[in-house]
């Protein structure tokens, strides 16, 4: 069992050159673990090794995708140690997606990200959401 569900809120999103497509992604983080912020490391921080969560297309020419990521909160792995911005529980956040120039080929979304317990860190994690895109 993954330590992270994802769920998107739609099964189909249509993007015209007119107007963008947009839907919610709702994760759902088991307890005891959590993930990176898409910016994990705070401001003025040490830079700390963790993927980021990230929503991208594959294939994606013709189509841009923005996601308006939560900020996150603070945790400090060990005493003295680095610190990270990280998510827990459930997280939602929007994902819009904008017609650009270019044929489109066969989008696929995707979602990135790395799940981290008590002890150690899962490696980077990449889910295809199935939402389909309809592109005009």
Known sequence: MLPVEVFAGVERVTVTRQAPGMFRVLLRIRPGYHIAAAEPNPAGGEAIELSPLR?????????AVYADYPPGELLR?????????????EIEF?????????AIARPVLTLSYQA?????CLRPI??????AIDAN
């Open 55 to 63: 929503v991208s297309l594959v294939d994606g020419n013709g189509l």
């Open 116 to 120: 981290c317990g008590e002890r150690e």
């Open 94 to 102: 929007d994902v819009v997606i904008e017609r650009t120039e270019g």
């Open 126 to 131: 990449n889910v295809e959401l199935d939402v």
């Open 77 to 89: 792995a060990y005493e003295g140690g680095p610190e990270a911005l990280v998510h827990r529980g």
